[in-house]
């Protein structure tokens, strides 16, 4: 396949919208999961906290649109975790260029080497990239950088919270056909060792 053929099939299938996938609650408890962060950040803090919560609450209710076969509760948790240590190591990193460069270009390659394991793993892995430029600049201390990245952490937790509360069965018809017909396997299996002409 030629490099402008691949190019045009990306485009293609990034800007073809499948509208027997949307899923309408899914963004819903995903924008509750940011609301829920959001409001009281802003209210008890201020906006660069409002801004922290919502990039962890998005990012991980964000990565739990895609297709993968992890929970999506650990995928929320794992988007967060991974925000808030790249906030954290920018942050402390990003006083010298000297040691902000290396970090962002070793975040980078391995945010690279993380799309092989997945596309999931990819797109969770180029926004922690992300966060670590934009937010840097946010906090004023170290103690302030520890903060944010509990705060963006915690955008992941409450997005798993609500994955868990308000469960979702995205695929529940196609597991349930599929343990319909691991039964019906299982009990031709079992009816074959009593007698082998069944």
């Known amino acids: 396949m030629t490099w402008p053929r691949a190019l045009r099939d ?7 919208i499948e509208e027997t996938r949307l899923e309408p609650l899914l963004a819903l408890r995903a924008a509750v999961g940011v609301a829920l962060l959001v409001g009281p950040a802003l209210w008890l803090g201020s906006p660069a906290y409002a801004a922290s919560a919502a990039l962890g609450a998005f990012s991980a209710g964000g990565a739990t649109f895609q297709r993968a076969w992890r929970p999506r509760k650990v995928i929320a948790l ?4 991974g925000l808030a240590l790249s906030t954290l190591a920018g942050y402390l990193a990003a006083g010298q260029l000297v040691t902000f460069l290396p970090l962002l270009a070793l975040w980078t390659f391995v ?22 430029l934009v ?10 950088a520890l903060e944010h990245a509990g705060i963006i952490a915690l955008g992941g937790v409450v997005q798993a919270l609500l994955i868990l509360l308000f469960p979702i069965r995205r695929w529940g018809a196609h597991r349930d056909a599929l343990a319909d017909a691991l039964a019906a396997v299982a009990d031709y299996a079992r009816r074959l060792r009593h007698d082998a002409t069944a």
């Open 10 to 16: 990306v485009l293609r299938s990034g800007l073809s």
């Open 78 to 81: 794992g988007a967060g975790a």
């Open 111 to 132: 945010a690279g080497l993380a799309w092989a394991v997945g596309s999931t793993a990819g797109i969770v892995a180029a926004t922690t990239v992300g966060s670590m």
């Open 135 to 144: 937010t840097i600049t946010l906090p004023t201390s170290a103690g302030r």
